[in-house]
């Protein structure tokens, strides 16, 4: 290259990047808390490590560090250090899963954004009312090496099929030396966490390491209805995990994890915050509307459910066996098995309605028992089931490679995913309109309700259970050739097969009259209304299957005119299977695939110098296809009144575009800004609403309400995210030790939660501010200190919301986290302290 042409352009893409890196930066720390070279973050977006900075797609990287002192403890807390990836999360932080560039995930769906733990899919949930699983569970963000965001689709070199990203979770490997840490942290909402790793280099062919993460912590919503708990949206959890690496040959190594966790605690519940008093329940609800308004509490709550849970146990065994046959060539298999179980007892609305008639004779002249409150939708697990229980088996063979002139690099492999049902996963709802007792619930026989001179479709429940299967067989290849040293070349094509299979029943229950005063018996009654055409109320199998082939591929550019930029150009085609949905209507028991053409410009830089840094910056486009949405469904129908449901369809057809900006300035030794930006625009196109009429049809249900419509953007897609990490570092002396206070200011748009019926169906805007100080080495000693607290400010946020005025009567949404803070201390001990 010519001499001046390639100080022009080093010149004029330096000055760009300390330009565009002053509005926001990222935070894309290593190891060290920030205090290194993006050259020294290694990432594994392309299955083989790589400098971030070679790597040609948009990937943040968040470092262990970087978790604990912004108290990272969960999967819902990612999105406090990663502009541009949403969080949904309903009924409980363990049901979280990710959202990138408007890709998001309902109820009933594949993930559109992969989690992997260990280079491994999290195991589906396999609910067929309320789904689970899919994402990180409790425990998973400690001990790990980094966090990997990568966005867009995946759809060649990862385990399963997705249109939005994936998510990569490292944990640390077992090394040489004997060493680990004891932690524990105090903070408000009495929370307590304690967290201990060992490390243990049993012979020089053999390392284990092992690590326990043990956190409680009140609720931070207060139910005031004197009706079960008094808080909700508290942390319980233990999780534990032990790596052995096993060095069988020089040239063969046996990499196992296991690791173990159970959260048990009451759930999240929305809270209720207006009334339409001419609709539904709203006139009903308006004292409870009344009293949060007056009791200037905003995580103020009521609901009915005296024996409340939210309970995930999951357990995991994964084993990558590493052969290096050649100098040139690695084959690895990595096989894995899951189990992972949900139980869910919630009120789904989070109402307290007294009977108005509790103690006293109504129209009918019935007299209502005095612990009668009006239900609404509300579900749980009866007799001990189960609302996800599924095992998951993965198994994939990979081989890597390099030619003899290293220009060409590939990488190839077979992929087998079977998952099954470890039971029949149950749910059972009451009709909304029913009278029945608070009291504890664990089966039907539980269900105290009255049915004097009520509509058909009141003073029932329904019971529903089902089971899902899915087949997931893939083989993929992808090669990177180097033209010139500049200039390399990728392509990758996968063809995948999916297989969904789906059972379901649907019984429904009738309460007879007890008598005045008192309640009814529960005894079957028959089907549900949708599954009366069925002999024993069961859907045929046949409905409830689907299979799908489809290739994906990506082609890539990159060039880098000198080590400090590389400027790359990539198309990829993604899709995300269809699947069965046993408890949907319609005619809609199966749903088609959804698939994306996305398309990206960025460039990658780094200076030297007085001023140090790296900025990142990358545009798309994408063109989504058949996307899956939900729509919510109501009867407000003689006969049926009361019964609610939710379906999966494909939306037609939807537009993306943005920018992600990410980066790093090192101002001096004890001064450096990290930050990141995103832009998003997303649009829906057309919508094909064809399945709308035939629900209708059906004469079930005469209420709809999808989740976008045309001309809406996609749900869960804020328009602007910005995270800003400034960071100085006191000059305290080495003789006692380091001392860093950053402060992160973290602003996320409002986006929408489901079809535009005005701004009540919007979750709030961000704006927030985290701070924390960190001492580490203290005294000279291997201890470190750390004081944190996350929105500094008390903004109260909703990150949910759900519009029912016009049917139910009422408006919910869920609430964002209040002010936490609290204090950490670390002790380390053995080889690898730094004293």
Not at 63 to 72: E, F, G, K
Not at 143 to 168: E, H, I, M
Not at 374 to 380: P, R
Request: net charge neutral; charged share 15%.
């Amino acid at each position: 290259m010519n001499v001046g042409y390639k100080s022009i352009i080093k010149t004029t893409v330096g000055l760009s990047a300390l330009l565009a890196a002053m509005p926001a930066f990222a935070d894309e720390d290593s190891g060290s808390g920030g205090n290194v070279a993006s050259d020294d973050i290694v990432v594994t977006a392309r299955r083989v490590e790589e400098r971030l900075q070679d790597v040609p797609i948009s990937v943040s990287v968040v470092s262990q560090d970087r978790l604990t002192t912004a108290n990272i403890t969960s999967a819902e807390d990612l999105k406090n250090v990663v502009p541009g990836l949403n969080v949904q999360s309903r009924y409980s932080p363990e049901n979280a899963n990710f959202s990138i560039r408007g890709f998001s995930q309902e109820l009933r769906t594949s993930a559109s954004v992969g989690t992997y733990f260990a280079d491994v899919v999290a195991p589906r949930g396999g609910g067929v009312s309320l789904q689970g699983g899919d994402g990180a569970g409790p425990g998973s963000m400690f001990d790990l090496q980094n966090v990997q965001v990568l966005k867009g689709p995946q759809g060649t070199l990862f385990g399963r099929n997705t249109t939005g990203g994936a998510v990569l979770l490292v944990p640390k490997k077992p090394t040489d030396n004997l060493e680990g840490y004891l932690e524990g942290s105090y903070g408000n909402y009495n929370m307590f966490r304690i967290q201990g790793v060992l490390n243990l280099p049993l012979a020089s062919w053999a390392r284990l390491r092992l690590g326990v993460d043990r956190q409680t912590r009140d609720g931070f919503e207060h139910n005031v209805s004197g009706v079960g708990p008094k808080d909700f949206g508290n942390v319980d959890y233990v999780a534990a995990r032990g790596s052995l690496v096993l060095d069988l040959t020089p040239a063969l190594e046996n990499y196992t994890i296991v690791s173990y966790s159970h959260s048990d605690n009451y759930g999240t519940l929305p809270q209720i915050w207006k009334a339409n008093p001419s609709a539904g329940l709203g006139a009903l609800l308006q004292g409870q509307v009344a009293r949060l308004n007056a009791s200037g509490d905003p995580y103020q709550i009521e609901q009915k459910l005296a024996n409340p849970q939210s309970l995930t146990k999951q357990f995991q065994v994964i084993n990558t066996t590493t052969w290096l046959a050649t100098d040139n060539l690695t084959v690895k298999n990595i096989f894995s098995f899951s189990h992972i179980q949900q139980r869910l007892r919630q009120d789904i609305f989070a109402s307290a309605i007294k009977d108005p008639y509790a103690g006293i004779a109504d129209p009918f002249g019935f007299v209502h028992p005095a612990d009668s409150y009006i239900m609404t939708s509300f579900s749980f697990s009866p007799n001990g089931g189960w609302t996800n229980d599924q095992k998951n088996v993965t198994e994939e063979l990979q081989i890597q490679g390099t030619d003899g002139t290293q220009k060409l690099k590939y990488q190839a492999g077979l992929y087998f995913e079977h998952s099954t049902p470890g039971s029949e996963t149950q749910s059972l709802s009451p009709a909304v309109g029913a009278f029945c007792s608070s009291a504890p619930l664990t089966g039907p026989a539980d269900f105290k309700c009255l049915q004097p001179g009520l509509a058909t479709g009141a003073g029932t429940f329904n019971f529903s259970t089902g089971t899902l299967e899915y087949i997931n067989l893939a083989a993929y290849a992808q090669a990177t050739y180097a033209l010139t040293e500049q200039l390399k070349l990728t392509g990758g094509l996968r063809y995948t097969y999916d297989r969904t299979r789906g059972t379901s029943t649907g019984l429904l229950y009738r309460f007879s009259s007890g008598g005045s005063g008192n309640y009814g018996t529960a005894s079957l009654a028959g089907c549900q209304p949708k599954y009366a055409t069925f002999a024993g109320c069961s859907t045929p199998t046949d409905l409830l299957k689907t299979s799908t082939k489809r290739p994906t591929w990506t082609v890539n550019a990159s060039y880098t005119p000198f080590d400090e930029a590389m400027f790359y150009a990539s198309y990829s085609r993604g899709y995300r299977q269809g699947s069965a949905a046993p408890l949907a209507v319609g005619g809609n028991l199966t749903f088609e695939p959804e698939s994306v053409d996305s398309y990206e410009l960025g460039v990658k830089t780094s200076f030297q110098g007085a001023i140090s840094g790296y900025v990142n910056l990358a545009g798309f486009y994408s063109n989504l296809k058949k996307q899956q949405l939900q729509i919510g469904l109501l009867s407000t129908l003689p006969g049926t009144a009361g019964q609610t449901a939710t379906s999966i369809f494909n939306a037609g057809k939807s537009r993306i575009y943005g920018l992600d900006m990410d980066g790093m300035i090192r101002f001096t030794d004890w001064f450096r800004v990290t930050g990141s930006a995103t832009y998003l625009n997303t649009e829906v196109k057309s919508l094909d609403t064809a399945l709308f009429d035939a629900i209708v049809a059906e004469g079930i249900y005469n209420v709809i309400q999808p989740s976008a419509g045309v001309g809406d953007p996609l749900p869960y897609s804020p328009k602007w995210g910005v995270n800003i990490t400034p960071a100085v570092a006191f000059p305290i002396g080495e003789d006692y030790g380091k001392l860093e206070l950053a402060a992160t200011y973290r602003y996320s748009s409002s986006y929408s939660t489901e079809a535009s019926v005005g701004s009540d169906a919007k979750a709030s805007a961000v704006k927030q501010l985290d701070l924390s100080l960190n001492w580490s080495d203290v005294g000279g000693q291997p201890i470190d200190i750390s004081a944190f607290a996350t929105n500094v400010t008390k903004q109260v946020t909703y990150t949910l919301q759900q519009t029912l005025y016009t049917s139910f009567g009422f408006n919910q949404r869920y609430l964002g986290q209040p002010r936490m803070y609290g204090m950490r201390l670390r002790v380390r001990f053995g080889d690898g302290v730094s004293n």
